[in-house]
């Protein structure tokens, strides 16, 4: 689904309830709630900005639970309202919530039905996509969340499509985002619909962000997902997987060493991932691709070939669809910005190899179900991480990968 997309279905055009107005915004908070994903819907719609060109949102801050809420560092919050001023409201937006392994507030969760159910716009940010989900808002729809909460909002609620690569999903009147940045992006498309694109780019300059961002969250992901998935039979499947990338074989391959048909295999992997079995195979190819550009003086053709691809031009393709940029660009890019860290020559050693590329145990195995990257756990969900090659290779223009097909990869 494209990340503008709105969804023409009647849940789309429902109609607003007459108390309710579109230029009211509530925003649920929560005690625990992360200061800086909360901050983000009060800037955007809680500032008058009118001299800039933006039109003028009015801003409910609303508890979604008895005070006093306690924020990052111990802050201590005290919400204007409560739930109840909920009801005036045409968008609900939830920030963020604090704990993906605690149930939200019943009367939260009603509120967010019942202003649903009255034609208001629901908006869950980062986090707050499981609050949606609590409230079954996000049944049968696609829906985006952090990419390491992905998985777990994927098996926690079976019924929700989530897609892990988008920044965020426009779903007509059900919008969810990514983490942190993201939902700045979220916040501006939903000014850019309702005002237009000069309103959403006077405001992108006041925040001195850009006005829409391509590409998705692949550029951020990394190898790690919930223990949980480590005891399932499918770690030994993937195992087997990532130890032979520079085999060619297809997902009827995994299916069969999974002993399932390939139907009941994609719908395990994705209940557990949250993506499809064919998008994580190309991913991890294309991931390995990188980290031999970045290690060795193997060519583009014979790096192809070490990867499982059945030719040059499917690796310079998914290359470029995933990364923006050819492999021999971004080899290029990497060697001029990181001198100091290339190896002398020849093909990768002990010593060159990051890790992460060596063949992987189950319990390793298992934390790879959903890439790419080299981005670490300590390093900002929404940031590209310390690395220069991944801040050339994920620029701006990068478009998000296509869609599942049947097939060998390459």
Partial sequence: ?????????????????????????????????????????????????????????????????????????????????????????????????????????????????????????????????????????????????????????????????????????????????????????????????????????????????????????????????????????????VSWALEHLHEQFDVETLAARAYMSRRTFDRRFRSLTGSAPLQWLITQRVLQAQRLLETSDYSVDEVAGRCGFRSPVALRGHFRRQLGSSPASYRAAYRARRPQAEPSGGPPTLETVPPQAMPQSRRTAASALVGPAAITHTAPPDHPGKSVAEMYATGYMRPSLPGQRSGPVG
């Fill in 1 to 237: 689904m494209s990340q503008d997309s709105a969804a023409a279905s009647p849940e789309a055009t429902r109609k607003l309830a007459g108390r309710r107005r579109r230029e009211v915004v509530a925003v649920l908070l929560f005690s625990g709630g992360p200061i800086f994903e909360s901050s983000i819907p009060l800037s955007v719609f809680g500032i008058d900005r009118q001299d800039a060109g933006v039109p003028r949102y009015r801003l409910l801050v609303c508890a979604g639970e008895e005070g006093p809420l306690r924020t990052t560092g111990g802050l201590e919050l005290t919400a204007p309202y409560g739930l109840e001023a909920i009801n005036r409201a045409g968008t609900v937006v939830v920030p963020a919530w604090r704990s993906i392994t605690s149930p939200p507030p019943a009367a939260a969760l009603d509120a967010l039905r019942r202003a649903h159910e009255e034609g208001a716009r629901i908006v869950g940010l980062c986090t707050g996509a499981f609050v949606l989900a609590a409230a079954g808002l996000l049944d049968g729809r696609p829906a985006t969340t952090h990419w390491m909460y992905a998985p777990t909002l994927a098996k926690r609620y079976p019924s929700v499509h989530v897609d892990p690569r988008e920044l965020f999903v426009d779903d007509g009147d059900v919008l969810t985002s990514a983490g942190t940045a993201a939902g700045i992006d979220l916040c501006l498309h939903i000014v850019r619909t309702d005002h237009g694109s000069d309103a959403a780019g006077a405001l992108a300059r006041r925040l001195v962000v850009p006005p829409r961002r391509s590409g998705g969250q692949e550029r951020y992901l990394d190898r790690s997902l919930p223990e949980e998935i480590g005891s399932d039979p499918l770690a030994e499947v």
